[in-house]
């Protein structure tokens, strides 16, 4: 009995130091685990750190909105009065629960070729609350608007063509006649084709009267042939700018006697030569109007005028005369349809008028397809960034159809995926990284909690475990002992 009561007490105090060692080890595991767990949680928050979102911005990414079907697909200042068309993989219009019942009342099935004008006014009404009277209404202003355009522009088509002549400076200056503008004649010819040919000249006197002589003789010139031009304007510009080249150097009293200017002579006296005088003249002029071209034979630039004192030119002029009013009245006509049309409805009426014809009109063309979750704007940008849905912007145009001999109205179409368009950003999603930051803050503090359980409860299991140790040793050591006693007794 005396060694059985210790012999027990060691046995118990081993078990428990194996019981001990045990849950040690598994507190070991599961810490390992926690570890992971963090791990885990740290790449999920860093993946929500980079985590993107289209936004669409109007000033250069300054600030954004939502890219969201609301925004997109109905009219706003963000879009300005503009739809930006969602499409599918097939190019068929999304539309949401606001729009389904109008796109099924335009096709039934989604399939593209609906017919959306027997149904525009009912659509136009329900969704701007403007009355459907003023809508037909607007229509007949409308129709009556296009027919006044017909004949206004088949007026126009049929305006009288203003008969013109093409001829060399030289048939030009025939009509200049002989007189100069002053009292001095040319030098030895009698008239200003001549005088051109011969390389005449003609006397303007000195000093200040000597300017004045090439003014008026400039007048002469600007005012004879730019009659016969279509722009007046720019043969007295023509004119304007060889005086003033050539007006400061004869007040200044410059001797020209030996000069390359077609004005000669000293303060005793000045002549201008006529030939190159004309031929500086119309160079300037041909570069102002563009009038002039020069032929490939023998290198003549040749002039477009108009023969105002002709027959068949005054002819023209009665007959344009009598078309010009005939023109006048069916643009009065013209324009009181167009403002009876325009102002019958506001502005902000017309601009949403236009914005649902032209997203009306499109499902029509294209089809649609009906999604009850494209108004979640998570759910749409997610589409959108995948290319699973793409944006379709749309030009309405109307053009006469020769046809149906009416004015119709034509859409034409750009799809391309939403990162490819100007106003929308790839941007970081702030809610998102809100969102997951609390979330790694949370399970943060839980993985900490555990792991500070399991630092606490295997701090006490150590310490249990050392005080076990020590009192093993003990025990072993009174073992030990009482052995070597009861062996010596037989020695």
């Known amino acids: 009995m005396g060694m059985a009561a210790p012999q027990a007490r060691l046995l118990q105090l081993t078990n428990r130091k194996n019981t001990i060692g045990r849950e040690l080890n598994s507190l070991s595991l599961q810490k390992m685990s926690l570890t992971r767990e963090m791990s885990q949680v740290s790449k999920e928050y860093n993946e929500a750190l980079n985590s993107k979102v289209l936004k669409w911005s109007n000033n250069s990414g300054v600030t954004y909105v939502d890219l969201s079907y609301q925004n997109l697909m109905t009219p ?32 039934s099935d989604g399939k593209a070729g609906g017919d959306w004008l027997s149904v525009r006014t009912e659509v136009l009404a329900a969704l701007t609350g403007i009355p459907a009277e003023t809508i037909d209404n607007l229509g007949s202003y ?49 008239d200003w084709a001549s005088a051109y040919s011969n390389g005449s000249t003609i006397s303007l006197g000195s000093g200040s009267a000597g300017t004045s002589a090439l003014s008026s003789v400039l007048d002469n010139i600007a005012n004879t042939l730019g009659y ?45 030569n006529v ?20 032929t490939s034979s023998f290198g003549t630039t040749m002039y477009e005028w108009y023969d105002k004192d002709s027959t068949e030119y005054q002819n023209w002029e009665t007959e344009h005369a009598e078309w010009e009013t005939q023109y006048d009245e069916a643009l009065e006509a013209y324009d009181s349809s167009e403002s009876k049309k325009n102002t019958l409805l506001t502005a902000e009426q017309e601009s949403q008028i236009e914005f649902y014809d032209t997203l009306f009109s499109s499902i029509a063309d294209k089809g649609w397809t009906y999604n009850s979750q494209v108004s979640d704007t998570d759910y749409l940008n997610q589409m959108l960034q995948n290319n699973m849905y793409t944006l ?5 145009e109307k053009e006469y159809d020769s046809n149906a001999e009416e004015f119709l109205w034509e859409n034409s179409y750009q ?32 993985i900490n909690e555990k792991e500070t359980r399991i630092d606490t409860r295997m701090q006490d299991l150590e310490t249990e475990q050392s005080a076990i140790n020590q009192m093993i040793q003990g025990l072993e050591q009174v073992r030990n002992d009482n052995i070597e006693r009861s062996f010596s007794i037989f020695t």
């Open 275 to 294: 030939t190159e005088m004309i031929e500086e003249i119309m160079g300037s002029y041909s570069i102002i109007s563009g009038n002039g071209s020069t």
């Open 392 to 396: 379709t912007t749309v030009e309405r």
């Open 76 to 107: 706003s200042s963000m879009n300005q009065q503009t739809p930006y068309l969602i499409t599918d993989t097939t190019g068929k219009v999304v539309v949401d629960s606001s729009y389904q019942k109008y796109a099924e009342m335009i096709s």
């Open 228 to 272: 016969y031009f279509d722009d007046t304007e720019g043969m007295q510009e023509a004119c304007q700018t060889f005086l003033d080249s050539m007006s400061t150097l004869m007040n200044e009293g410059q001797d020209l006697s030996s000069n390359a200017f077609p004005v000669k002579g000293n303060n005793d006296g000045y002549s201008v």
């Open 415 to 446: 799809t391309d995926i939403a990162s490819n368009f100007t106003n929308v950003y790839s941007v970081n999603d702030s809610s998102i990284q809100n969102e997951a930051l609390a979330e790694y803050e949370h399970k943060k503090s839980i």
């Open 142 to 190: 409308e129709s009556t608007a296009d027919e006044n355009l017909l004949t206004l522009q088949e007026i126009e088509d049929n305006e009288p063509s203003r008969p013109t002549e093409q001829t060399s400076i030289t048939g030009l200056l025939e009509k200049m006649g002989s007189s100069t503008g002053i009292s001095s004649g040319f030098s030895n010819a009698s």
